[in-house]
């Protein structure tokens, strides 16, 4: 206790600090590798900086907001410890030329204001040092920040990593400190980092990302992992999560889009809601690797992934609604949609969701005895309007089938193509029970009068 005080005085303490360091707030700051320079004022277009040092030993005011200039690119990291307010936060976001200056400029004389004022992509952020910030970017220390539409990519794996350094733990394009609440990062793309985002706050929001293609393991025990979450009260929605995963390792095959991290000393598995989010070609879409997971929530998901759509050990409270969990891709190394290592301290309620597995895989599966620390089944759980389909399986539910549940096949626009919307003669229409969401993957609404149909999407 008393380190998190001292934690706590410290992070009180640099806040007062940012808050008195202007008069006013909501200054506009402008960063641009190709055309600035750190001496510069950095407040406008015209004289942005050039690197992301003035970031990192600068004091800021909630309300200000930081534009890095389209085209331009960044290498290394900072730590930020000034933080925004409700209602007033600290943005790092991009600009580029308006319309205005491309039409009163001839085209053979665009080139220079182009690369003044920014054109072309997202800006890219790369850390490829372990050795710097151990190959974080955008370290945030500090709450209320919000990170919108920038473009990281290739940060490092650890020289190493054990029980003892933990340095998988270290890890993450954007990482979100212990005490870093209430920020969002939305609208960014990963690519091929390890670890692409990493929360280790509160009530912070990671929504609409694409994080694709990384295959390369963080060590033998560790694949790569989209977002690695050890607070409670987060909500991950609406991202897609491509391709990250590698075969081989400890395990055969390891990663995927979303770890809860009971490795991390500060792990609290409590309270996250994941939502929305479209996963395609992971090793795995959720891992709740940690210690009394509590109270999850995973609805509307699509998962047409190679490994488990959840395993972990205890979990308590997992309410899994509304989501397409497909599992026929090949290689498939983890032949379990739900597996745990705690069977008797395994909780779920599964609705409204559409099951399509292999011939020898069962969805839930009876709980086999444990030889020490390995998996099974979960077994026994709470369950009622699920669709199952696994041609020429006889029992692809692996325990007694509720009453309420269906096998058959659920007549998907396209399967072939990847495509699992429902057709008008789809079973899984109006099977569901209402689970209080307005909207379908696709933001198709769900009607609160009607009853929903089974899956991630509504026909």
């Known amino acids: 206790m008393t380190g998190n005080r001292s934690y706590i005085r410290a992070s009180l303490l640099l806040s007062s600090l940012c808050l008195w360091a202007?008069?006013?707030?909501?200054t506009n700051y402008y960063i641009n590798s190709n055309?600035?320079?750190d001496n510069s004022a950095g407040t406008s277009r015209n004289t942005p900086w050039q690197s992301l040092k003035n970031l990192g030993s600068g004091r800021f005011l909630p309300g200000d907001s930081f534009f890095f200039a389209k085209g331009s690119a960044y290498t290394g990291g900072f730590v930020f410890r000034c933080s925004g307010a409700p209602g007033?936060?600290?943005?790092f976001t991009s600009y580029s030329a308006d319309a205005g200056l491309v039409l009163s400029t001839p085209r053979q004389n665009l080139?220079?204001?182009l690369v003044r004022y920014g054109a072309g992509q997202k800006p890219a952020f790369s850390n490829p040092r372990w050795d710097t910030l151990n190959g974080n970017i955008f370290r945030i220390e500090a709450s209320y920040v919000i990170i919108d539409g920038l473009y990281f990519h290739d940060n490092t794996n650890p020289p190493g990593s054990n029980r003892k350094n933990k340095n998988v733990q270290k890890m993450g394009a954007v990482y979100l400190a212990a005490g870093s609440d209430h920020n969002i990062v939305r609208n960014c793309e990963f690519f091929n980092s390890p670890v692409g985002i990493k929360v280790k706050g509160s009530h912070n929001l990671i929504t609409r990302n694409y994080l694709h293609d990384r295959y390369e393991r963080i060590t033998r025990s560790w694949g790569p992992i989209a977002i690695m979450i050890?607070?409670?009260y987060n909500e991950i929605s609406w991202n897609t999560v491509t391709n990250y995963g590698s075969y081989g390792g400890a395990y055969g095959s390891d990663g995927g889009v979303i770890e809860l991290?009971?490795?991390?000393?500060?792990?609290d598995g409590r309270n996250i809601h994941i939502h929305h989010n479209v996963s395609v070609n992971n090793h795995g879409f959720l891992e709740l690797a940690g210690r009394n997971v509590d109270s999850i929530t995973v609805a509307y998901n699509l998962s047409d992934d190679k490994n488990q759509f959840i395993g972990g050990g205890s979990m308590k409270n997992v309410l899994v609604c509304n989501n397409t969990v497909i599992r026929t891709r090949e290689p498939n190394v983890d032949r379990y949609v739900f597996w745990t290592f705690a069977p008797e301290a395994?909780?779920?309620?599964?609705?409204?969701n559409i099951f399509v597995i292999p011939p020898d895989m069962q969805v839930f599966g009876p709980v086999k005895k444990q030889a020490g620390h390995h998996r099974t089944g979960v077994g026994e759980q709470e369950r009622s309007h699920n669709l199952y389909f696994s041609p020429g399986n006889p029992d692809p539910v692996g325990i007694a089938k509720a009453k309420s549940d269906i096998i058959a096949d659920p007549l998907f626009a396209d399967p072939l193509n990847r495509n699992f919307r429902l057709t008008e003669k789809s079973p899984a229409k109006d099977r569901g029970v209402r689970m209080g969401y307005a909207f379908d993957l696709d933001q198709y609404p769900v009607s609160p009068g009607n009853v929903p149909d089974l899956g991630a999407y509504e026909f």
Request: charged share 20%; hydrophobic share 45%.
């Open 88 to 91: 007033k936060p600290i943005v």
């Open 111 to 113: 080139e220079a204001p």
């Open 230 to 232: 050890v607070a409670p």
């Open 346 to 352: 395994t909780f779920m309620t599964v609705r409204n």
């Open 261 to 267: 991290d009971g490795v991390d000393d500060a792990f």
């Open 22 to 26: 202007h008069i006013a707030a909501g």
């Open 35 to 37: 055309a600035g320079n």
